[in-house]
């Protein structure tokens, strides 16, 4: 795998805020790269500031959830919203200089590198199993934004391909000042770049603890990062691999699904959530007019209405489903009357990144795809997700009953256009490998780094 020295010809890689002696669990505060780490606090703070920053609408805030959504619109739902960005990412007519594809790039990479000083400063650490754990939760970060991005800037994975295409940059070494950051890198193929992802995962699933309390809910635990290796695997269609991760979560008894679906977004780290994103009245993506319940939400004083449901994706819901009773409602504030999406309805709200409901359903899908029951039956798993919903349960099931249960369960949490591309389907007549799907490489990285390829269409 190449090593990439130094990442990014972006102006704003390196000033990244507040000074590290300063930063609380906040979700809008971050580190400067510069500012010298010397001890295991201030490393511990950096990677809170690393979470800050993956809280913000570039990524967790909104992009990672929306656009994957947006990309995979058709006969699902509509982006009606004045920003011209998301309106170009339905439909497929994205420019170089698409705000949604600059700003996701460069604020993962910013994570990423306050993720990599960590790493570069793990010598101040003396205590062994305190290192260990510090790297263990950088490697994390690292891990699952490179995961985002290849998603996102690249051709989609093919089990039966070679996966030599360019993927993205892959950066695994600090960058701490201007001249480095100035450095030219390529990218890598995206087969490096899940190598590099599982690589970071299956260290991190080694020495991250087992669970967090309190206010450290919203960090990685050994379990995050397993439920990451099930979505990453998954993703590959290595449905052994994905169904091992899957059953470990499960296993542990660490989580249990929440007797309501609503309940699961409206209350904060409940036991569903396996990765959560803090989130306060204060400090939240919507506060600066762009985050999940901005965009989604349609009631008195709350919402643009920017994104509806369409009634080809509703309609799939029986209707005793309490995921069409209780998450998807008509608007009553701005644009009021159609169909909007009931899981994010307060600026405030805490943000579910990955549910032990999906970990159920990755079970099922690779038990049935590999002709086994480990765990359980993929039928027991599917209705176990159904009984909550109070949906009728089924009396058998295949692979696509699975793929359905997915869509009704995990809409509009960001996992779109990923499904539609591991399983080849096409949204409306774009193909699951159309050029117009992958997000274009930013030109001002372009424009600064000439060892950069664009991608095909732009």
Same mark, same amino acid.
């Given at each position: 795998?190449?090593?990439?020295? #130094?990442?990014?010809?972006?102006?704003? #890689?390196?000033?990244?805020?507040?000074?590290?002696?300063?930063?609380?669990?906040?979700?809008?505060?971050?580190?400067?790269?510069?500012?010298?780490?010397?001890? *295991?606090?201030?490393?511990?703070?950096?990677?809170?500031?690393?979470?800050?920053?993956?809280?913000?609408?570039?990524?967790?805030?909104?992009?990672?959830?929306?656009?994957?959504?947006?990309?995979?619109?058709?006969? &699902?739902?509509?982006?009606?919203?004045?920003?011209?960005?998301?309106?170009?990412?339905?439909?497929?007519?994205?420019?170089?200089?698409? *705000?949604?594809?600059?700003?996701?790039?460069?604020?993962?990479?910013?994570?990423?590198?306050?993720?990599?000083?960590?790493?570069?400063?793990?010598?101040?650490?003396?205590?062994?199993?305190?290192? @260990?754990?510090?790297?263990?939760?950088?490697?994390?970060?690292?891990?699952?934004?490179? /995961?985002?991005?290849?998603?996102?800037?690249?051709?989609?994975?093919?089990?039966?391909?070679?996966?030599?295409?360019?993927?993205?940059?892959? #950066?695994?070494?600090?960058?701490?000042?201007?001249?480095? @950051?100035?450095?030219?890198?390529?990218?890598?193929?995206?087969?490096?770049?899940?190598?590099?992802?599982?690589?970071?995962?299956?260290?991190?699933?080694?020495?991250?603890?087992?669970s967090r309390s309190g206010t450290n809910r919203f960090r990685g635990t050994t379990y995050t990062a397993k439920a990451f290796l099930a979505r990453v695997y998954l993703q590959q269609s290595r449905f052994a691999d994905a169904l091992t991760r899957a059953d470990a979560v499960i296993s542990s008894n660490?989580?249990? $699904?929440?007797?309501?679906?609503?309940?699961?977004?409206?209350?904060?780290?409940?036991?569903?959530?396996?990765?959560?994103? &803090?989130?306060?009245?204060?400090?939240?993506?919507? =506060?600066?007019?762009?985050?999940?319940?901005? /965009?989604?939400?349609?009631?008195?004083?709350?919402?643009?209405?920017?994104?509806?449901?369409?009634?080809?994706? #509703?309609?799939?819901?029986?209707?005793?489903?309490?995921?069409?009773?209780?998450?998807?409602?008509?608007?009553?504030?701005?644009?009021?009357?159609?169909?909007? %999406?009931?899981?994010?309805?307060?600026?405030?709200?805490?943000?579910?990144?990955?549910?032990?409901?999906?970990?159920?359903?990755?079970?099922?899908?690779?038990?049935?795809?590999?002709? =086994?029951?480990?765990?359980?039956?993929?039928?027991?798993?599917?209705?176990?997700?159904?009984?909550?919903?109070?949906?009728?349960?089924?009396?058998?099931?295949?692979?696509?009953?699975?793929?359905?249960?997915?869509?009704?369960?995990? %809409?509009?949490?960001?996992?779109?256009?990923?499904?539609?591309?591991?399983?080849? $389907?096409?949204?409306?007549?774009?193909?699951?490998?159309?050029?117009?799907?992958?997000?274009?490489?930013?030109?001002?990285?372009?424009? *600064?780094?000439?060892?950069?390829?664009?991608?095909?269409?732009?």
């Open positions: 795998m190449k090593k990439i020295i #130094a990442l990014i010809g972006i102006a704003g #890689a390196l000033t990244f805020g507040s000074c590290v002696k300063e930063l609380e669990i906040d979700p809008v505060q971050s580190i400067d790269a510069t500012v010298a780490l010397e001890t *295991a606090e201030d490393l511990e703070s950096a990677l809170v500031g690393a979470y800050g920053i993956m809280h913000q609408g570039s990524l967790y805030g909104t992009n990672l959830n929306l656009v994957p959504e947006l990309l995979g619109s058709e006969d &699902y739902c509509q982006w009606r919203g004045t920003f011209q960005s998301f309106r170009q990412v339905m439909n497929k007519s994205m420019t170089v200089d698409n *705000a949604e594809a600059s700003r996701t790039w460069i604020d993962a990479y910013r994570a990423i590198n306050i993720a990599n000083n960590v790493i570069a400063n793990l010598n101040k650490v003396a205590d062994v199993d305190q290192r @260990a754990e510090l790297e263990a939760e950088a490697r994390f970060i690292r891990g699952i934004l490179h /995961f985002e991005l290849v998603r996102l800037y690249a051709q989609p994975w093919d089990a039966t391909g070679a996966n030599n295409g360019p993927g993205v940059p892959i #950066a695994v070494t600090a960058v701490t000042n201007e001249s480095a @950051a100035g450095q030219k890198v390529a990218r890598n193929t995206i087969s490096e770049v899940y190598a590099a992802v599982i690589e970071d995962l299956r260290a991190a699933e080694l020495s991250l603890p087992e660490n989580y249990a $699904l929440n007797a309501s679906i609503a309940s699961t977004f409206t209350n904060k780290f409940t036991n569903e959530t396996i990765f959560e994103l &803090y989130n306060n009245d204060q400090n939240n993506a919507g =506060t600066a007019n762009d985050g999940l319940t901005t /965009f989604y939400a349609s009631m008195p004083g709350i919402g643009r209405s920017d994104v509806r449901i369409l009634a080809a994706f #509703a309609n799939l819901y029986e209707a005793d489903d309490e995921r069409n009773s209780q998450l998807i409602y008509i608007g009553t504030g701005r644009r009021p009357g159609s169909r909007q %999406c009931g899981k994010w309805t307060a600026f405030g709200q805490n943000i579910p990144v990955i549910r032990l409901s999906e970990m159920f359903l990755i079970r099922a899908e690779c038990n049935l795809r590999e002709g =086994t029951a480990i765990g359980n039956t993929p039928l027991e798993d599917v209705n176990i997700v159904r009984r909550r919903a109070r949906a009728s349960e089924r009396t058998d099931v295949t692979v696509d009953d699975v793929i359905l249960e997915r869509n009704l369960e995990l %809409c509009f949490e960001g996992s779109r256009i990923h499904d539609l591309k591991r399983l080849k $389907l096409n949204t409306g007549s774009y193909p699951y490998n159309d050029p117009l799907l992958v997000f274009p490489i930013p030109e001002r990285e372009i424009r *600064a780094n000439s060892a950069l390829e664009q991608n095909d269409g732009y």
